[in-house]
């Protein structure tokens, strides 16, 4: 009977020394601090991006990229800055060009969702985190993405101030980066006509009557641009356009553009709005455009493609104005 007790004695104290060794065991385990897998520790760990991740820095975004996101980031490579640089003027750098102007192209190369190649259409608009001013809540600039086959082309590619994604789907803890093989620049109203194949007519007039310059630039900025897509020009529209006076036909087209304002879809006005043909105007019924010359209303089909100098929704139909 007292070896019986002594055993169970002995017993009782190998298992609470057994449970102390556990939880000593436990409170001694390392703790495991998971990866930073964020956008900028991928690009900081990325040679091929350093000046992107120099960039970032100087222009407070590179903690931006370290949050919850997600985010897609078309990715610029060194040369690609390089190049732009170089663009820019002699002496041009990273460290030296101006931080508000660097701060509006990087941010023209994120969009505030995460977009995996496989999940890009063959095209459309997305909105980047660029804003147009520096006023509060100002519209932020458009992208036109394409896709043919795995080749994904951004505002045109690098013939048009766009780019080319050379390496996809750099998968990131809040979002994925693309890299590619041009900065972005802002774009203009002339660059994101261009970009878009869908206005190759409208684009070949605006050359034509030598108004293209016009709206890649500034003065008299910013634009509203009702643009007619390609369908628009019908063979009976175009013998009417052809039988213009030269004048006439720069008129004809300068009545597709609304002087000095950037009106959003959703603050179309009521009433009569004037364009730059002077003296002729147009009125917009929900997308319905009533304008003077034609007894059948123009539609609008894709609002808000946002420029650096103005704004463009497409339109179905040519604005005919009385001549």
């Known amino acids: 009977m007292k070896k019986l007790t002594k055993f169970r004695t002995f017993a009782l104290v190998a298992f609470m020394a057994l449970g ?7 409170e001694d385990a390392p703790v495991v601090t998971p990866p930073d897998t964020t956008i900028t520790t991928l690009a900081v760990n990325t040679p091929n991006l350093s000046t992107l991740v120099r960039a970032l820095t100087r222009t407070d975004l590179a903690n931006t990229l370290k949050g919850a996101g997600p985010f897609t980031v078309f990715a610029p490579t060194n040369d690609a800055f390089n190049t ?6 002699p002496n041009i750098n990273v460290e030296n060009v101006d931080v508000a102007v660097l701060k509006s192209i990087l941010l023209n190369h994120v969009i505030a969702s995460s977009i995996k190649s496989a999940d890009i259409p063959a095209s459309t608009y997305v909105k980047t985190l660029s804003p147009r001013t520096t006023a509060a809540n100002a519209p932020t600039l458009s992208m036109f993405v394409q896709k043919s086959g795995s080749t994904v082309t951004l505002n045109g590619g690098i013939n048009n101030k766009g780019a080319v994604v050379t390496t996809a789907d750099i998968m990131a803890s809040n979002g994925v980066i693309h890299i590619v093989n041009r900065v972005i620049q802002l ?16 684009v070949s ?30 063979t009976a529209v175009l013998g009417v356009y052809t039988g213009l006076s030269n004048e ?13 304002v950037n009106v959003l879809s959703t603050a179309i006005p009521t009433g009569q709005i004037n364009t730059l043909f002077t003296g002729k105007s147009f009125s917009i019924t929900g997308t319905a455009i009533d ?16 420029c650096s100098n103005g704004i ?3 339109v179905d139909g040519v604005l005919l104005p009385n001549f």
Request: aromatic share 8%.
């Open 248 to 260: 006439n036909k720069t008129n004809l087209l300068l009545y597709h553009v609304v002087g000095g």
């Open 205 to 234: 007039l605006l050359v034509e009557q030598n108004l293209a310059a016009t709206l890649d630039g500034t003065a008299g900025s910013p634009f509203t641009v009702f643009a007619p897509v390609n369908s628009a020009f019908s």
């Open 312 to 314: 463009v929704h497409a």
């Open 187 to 202: 774009p203009t109203i002339k660059d994101h006509a261009v970009a878009n194949p869908n206005f190759s007519t409208l």
């Open 20 to 26: 102390f060794t556990s939880c000593n065991d436990d």
């Open 291 to 306: 304008d003077a010359g034609s007894t059948a209303n123009k539609n609008i089909v894709v609002t808000d493609v946002q």
């Open 84 to 89: 732009l640089f170089t663009a820019l003027g």
